[in-house]
Every structure is written in C-alpha cells, then in structure tokens.
C-alpha cells in the first residue's frame, strides 16, 4: 500500500488543483469581463448562430492587454480588450475577429476547455509523481525531467486541439457564408498582433506553425470543393 501512496496522494492533488482552477478562472472572468455589444461582430455571430441553429452567440470583452481569444470551461467565449483594440483600429477585420470566435466556439464544442483544466491539473500530479520516482533514481535531476516531459506533452496536446478547433471554425465559416479566407489571413497577421516571433522549436510551442495550420485549411477547401463538384 506504501509504495501506491504517492500515486494516491497525486490523484488527490489533481482533483484539488483542478476544481481550485475552475473557480479561480470562473472569478477572474467574472471580475474582469462585460459582454460585447457591436454591431458589426454581432451581424457575424448573428449568422454563425443560425448555421448552429441557435438563437444568438454570446461574445464577452476580457478586460486585459494581450492580445487573445478564449473559452471558458463552462462553455463562454471571450476575446481580450487587447484584441478587440486591434479591431477597432483597423488591424484586424470584423471577419477576422468573426474567425476567432468561431475558433473558440470550436475549443466549446469539442470539449477541448474543459478538458484542458483536467489535463493541466492531471499532467501536474502526474509530474509530481514522477518527480518523487525520478528522484529516486537521479537525485537532483529527476524533478526537471519530470517538468521537461510535461511540457512536451502538454505542447502535443495542446497543439492536436488547436488544429481541432480551426477545422471547427472552418466548417462554421463556411457554413455561415463568411469563408475560410479571413481565417487564413488572420493567421498570417497573429505572429506579429502577439509578438509570438522567436526561436522557440515548432515542436514545443502550444499553437502549430502558421503555414501548418493553413495547409490544413487548405486541404479542407480542397476537400470541400470536391464533394461540391460531384
């Protein structure tokens, strides 16, 4: 029984971890947000919703600098003041912005914000664990390699959903009449909206390589306008 009771003690922790995330993310939201009212974005989500078949899309203003579209676990969307700054400036289209709540509606959908809290407080008691096997084994080094493999997982996962989510807001674009175009062009703006340029290897990093995320658009039009021609 000893030997499983780091096992049981990170399982505990996980769950702790994970509704402690729920609440302190639900909160700050709450404390931080008000729902966004314009017009144009609204004529957009307006036809996303009737292509979901639903009465309306909710779309909330995230009261920070970073420049950022989420989803909530329980299921609200929203995108930062930073971005929607952007926007307003002329940086970023109404379609643009169209594609990124079409994106984390797919994030929604997919389950992929609920599921993320899991993950990320699962991959924590899992570190924890590991760390405590490791350093068994290789005192001193066993922690960091249970942290480094972490963190590739989670870039791995993390990425998956990513691509998840565009094929999402890609069909709903599609469906909506709005097209997959701003999606593609705001891809090729995102790196410099987020100051994301860098050295970072496409393997590590949470979100796919541009040009990646848009070949597979891409192949979808592809596939889209094949069925279409038969």
Not at 22 to 32: F, H, S
Not at 149 to 157: Q, T
Request: a positive charge; hydrophobic letters at 45%; aromatic letters at 8%.
């Amino acid at each position: 029984m000893l030997k499983f009771t780091p096992i049981l003690l990170a399982i505990l922790y996980a769950l702790a971890m994970y509704r402690v995330s729920v609440w302190r993310t639900t909160r700050e939201l709450d404390a931080k947000s008000t729902e966004l009212a314009d017009p144009r974005l609204k004529a957009l989500t307006d036809r996303m919703a009737a292509a979901l078949e639903l009465s309306r899309i909710r779309v909330n203003i995230y009261e920070i600098e970073p420049v950022n579209g989420l989803a909530a676990p329980d299921g609200r969307i929203f995108i930062t003041r930073g971005f929607y700054n952007r926007y307003r400036a002329g940086e970023v289209s109404a379609e643009e912005m169209a594609s990124v709540i079409a994106h984390e509606l797919g994030h929604v959908a997919l389950g992929h914000s609920r599921r993320r809290m899991i993950d990320f407080s699962g991959q924590n008691a899992i570190r924890t664990a590991m760390a405590m096997v490791l350093g068994r084994f290789l005192p001193g080094i066993g922690p960091y390699l249970a942290t480094a493999a972490m963190k590739l997982l989670a870039a791995r996962l993390s990425r998956g959903d990513e691509y998840e989510a565009d094929a999402y807001a890609a069909a709903l674009l599609h469906k909506s009449g709005i097209g997959v175009a701003p999606q593609k062009t705001l891809f090729t703006k995102l790196e410099a909206l987020t100051n994301a340029r860098g050295t970072v290897p496409a393997w590590l990093m949470s979100h796919p390589k541009t040009e990646e995320r848009i070949a597979a658009l891409e192949k979808l039009e592809a596939r889209w306008a094949a069925v279409g021609r038969r």
